[in-house]
């Protein structure tokens, strides 16, 4: 790097020096760059999990969370996080998505008290968001498929997305998220998905979540 | 639902084949926005699903159409013992209005439970 400048230096093409630099120090540090989505149902945790993988590696978090159904309803991103574990360096986009459903009722959100008004447009929104998500698919480098462990694995949009991704072969982690509730049942996530590498964790509370960050570190390596 | 007749199209290979994707998702959401329950002989890939939940999601309106349930059953049916058997793959997929049918997969038998 430093020779690079020097060669170039005086020269009039300074800017061009320092640009072929950049690309230099890219590729001499191992600091791979990849855009790590958090993809599943509605309501499984993403938006905890990407808070909680942004304040551990960046001191920020990327998205509101809520009981509420489709409350993440466009994609929010947290960008250069430096992400570290087991000697892996990566500088990591997260992707938070909206969660995918396959129908949308706005009579589903004035059970948590939103009046007429603010549920439909809850609905339109979460629509948008749902479409805007499945169309991100295609920038993603690795993916975290996050499932409620106190629900059934075998709903369809979790079998659609893993498929989806094993077909465009990009690497992924299904997370068993709620291990902390009593009726989770992670292993029936691990017994649906014997071919896949399944980590258990808290996004609440922390556990599980080095496993997590071991698991990202050696996909990712 | 308010007639107390379902009604269930199966399509078979031969008429979807002849589609293109996006007009085969329309054949299917003009049937699930009708009330009928979709069967399709050849299970959708996971690519032509996420298309149709994002054509769905298009679709959805306030009070007519608040999407589908969408269900692919694959299951690979090894016909006979030798090495050289043929594996068979029976795929299909079933696409039905959100909220008046339950699907199930028991032991390999699709399960369709409609409530009137
Ligand atoms: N008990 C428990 N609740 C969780 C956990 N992760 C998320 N939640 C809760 O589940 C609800 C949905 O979380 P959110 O992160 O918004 O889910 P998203 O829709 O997948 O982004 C919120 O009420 C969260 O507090 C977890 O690990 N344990
Ligand atoms: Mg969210």
């Known amino acids: 790097m430093v020779l690079f400048e020097a060669l170039f230096k005086n020269s009039a093409h300074q800017n061009m020096a320092s640009s072929i630099g950049n690309v230099f120090s890219r590729l001499l540090s191992k600091k791979k760059q990849a855009n790590m ?12 999990l990407a808070n909680r993988i942004g304040m551990d590696f960046a001191g920020k978090p990327v998205s509101r969370v809520s009981e509420i159904p489709h409350e993440t309803r466009s994609i929010q991103t947290l960008e250069k996080v430096d992400f570290q574990k087991d000697g892996t360096q990566l500088e990591l986009t997260i992707i938070d998505m909206p969660g995918i459903a396959t ?3 706005w009579r589903e959100f ?6 007429k008004n603010e549920a439909m447009t809850r609905a339109k929104e979460a629509t948008k ?10 920038n993603i480098d690795l993916a975290l498929v996050v499932m409620d462990s106190t629900r059934v694995p075998f709903d369809q949009v979790n079998l659609t997305l893993l498929g989806a991704l094993e077909m465009q072969k990009k690497p992924f982690i299904i997370v068993a998220n709620k291990t902390d509730l009593p009726e989770a049942s992670p292993e029936m996530i691990k017994e649906t998905f014997p071919q896949h590498i399944v980590v258990p964790i808290s996004a609440l509370t922390g556990e599980g979540i080095e496993d997590l960050y071991e698991a990202i570190a050696k996909i990712a390596s | 639902m308010s007639s107390s007749v379902v009604r269930v199209d199966f399509i078979p290979e031969v008429t979807v084949e002849k589609l293109s994707l996006p007009n085969r998702l329309d054949l299917i959401l003009d049937s699930v926005a009708n ?58 997929s079933v696409i039905a209005p959100s909220d008046a049918v339950q699907v199930t997969d028991i032991n390999g038998i699709l399960s369709l439970s409609i409530a009137q």
Do not use: H, W
């Open chain 1, 37 to 48: 989505c958090l993809i599943g149902e509605v309501n499984t945790g993403k938006s905890t």
């Open chain 1, 103 to 105: 129908k949308v009722d």
């Open chain 1, 110 to 115: 004035t059970k948590y008290g939103l009046n």
């Open chain 1, 129 to 138: 968001g749902i479409i805007e998500a499945i169309k991100e698919l295609n």
């Open chain 2, 35 to 92: 009330n009928k329950v979709v069967v399709i002989e050849k299970a959708l890939e996971p690519q032509e699903e996420l298309a149709l939940i994002q054509k769905t999601m298009e679709r959805v309106d306030a009070d007519k159409f608040t999407g589908i349930k969408l269900f692919s059953l694959k299951s690979k049916v090894n016909n006979g013992k030798s090495f050289f058997s043929k594996t068979k793959e029976l795929t299909f």
